[in-house]
T-cell receptor, first 113, second 115 residues
Framework: DSGVTQTPKHLITATGQRVTLRCSPR?????VYWYQQSLDQGLQFLIQ???????AKGNILERFSAQQFPDLHSELNLSSLELGDSALYFC????????????FGPGTRLTVL | AQSVTQPDIHITVSEGASLELRCNYS??????LFWYVQSPGQGLQLLLK??????LVQGIKGFEAEFKRSQSSFNLRKPSVHWSDAAEYFC?????????????FGAGTILRVKS
């Protein structure tokens, strides 16, 4: 158990819908990262937040957005869902903003029908 | 641009045999290197990491990896594989990105262990 929690574990929804994935980092960690794992793209970095501020953005679609709250938990919002958004979404956390070990949560498996 | 190559998509080894999973990276600065393992339906568990210092690093579950700057490699090894090691293994390089950082992952190597 890494100490990073993610809810829900599974999510099934329809195209065009909007969902919210939630992540709670390890106690003491200030950085939160989101990654997407799909069969065709592999593991891709989406976005990083540090202490409530966006720090780095990767291959995140405009239909996706994220935020980190004052209690340091983070939410990833996915809207206008398409079939291709079906994937495993991981949250990771680390202590610092810069290079540091990232600890991963168990992931949320999103299925878009 | 940063990249990680894991040339072997699948590897099958016999239980008790030695294992080496290959990883090559491309990164302009001093690399921060990681190996993670993912069991079916599970998240990513950190096996080991290299930040600096001794180029041979020890990890959990009896794994070790050696950083070779001249070859841009960070291969993962285990002297004797157990059936429970069957999983997918990911090599990653930490890269500075905008005002933060990110992990760039290889495509993964699926390890099968035969008894």
């Amino acid at each position: 158990d890494s100490g990073v929690t993610q809810t829900p574990k599974h999510l099934i929804t329809a195209t065009g819908q909007r969902v919210t994935l939630r992540c709670s980092p390890r106690s003491g960690d200030l950085s939160v990262y989101w990654y997407q794992q799909s069969l065709d793209q592999g593991l891709q970095f989406l976005i990083q937040y540090y202490n409530g501020e966006e720090r780095a953005k990767g291959n995140i679609l405009e239909r996706f957005s994220a935020q980190q709250f004052p209690d340091l938990h983070s939410e990833l919002n996915l809207s206008s869902l398409e079939l291709g958004d079906s994937a495993l979404y991981f949250c990771a956390s680390s202590v610092n903003r810069g290079f540091d070990t990232q600890y991963f949560g168990p992931g949320t498996r999103l299925t878009v029908l | 641009a940063q990249s990680v190559t894991q040339p072997d998509i699948h590897i099958t080894v016999s239980e008790g045999a030695s294992l080496e999973l290959r990883c090559n990276y491309s990164y302009g600065a001093t690399p921060y290197l990681f190996w993670y393992v993912q069991s079916p339906g599970q998240g990513l568990q950190l096996l080991l990491k290299y930040f600096s210092g001794d180029t041979l690093v020890q990890g959990i579950k009896g794994f070790e990896a050696e950083f070779k700057r001249s070859q841009s490699s960070f291969n993962l090894r285990k002297p004797s594989v157990h059936w429970s090691d069957a999983a997918e293994y990911f090599c990653a390089v930490g890269a500075l990105w905008e005002y933060g950082n990110k992990l760039v992952f290889g495509a993964g190597t699926i390890l099968r262990v035969k008894s």
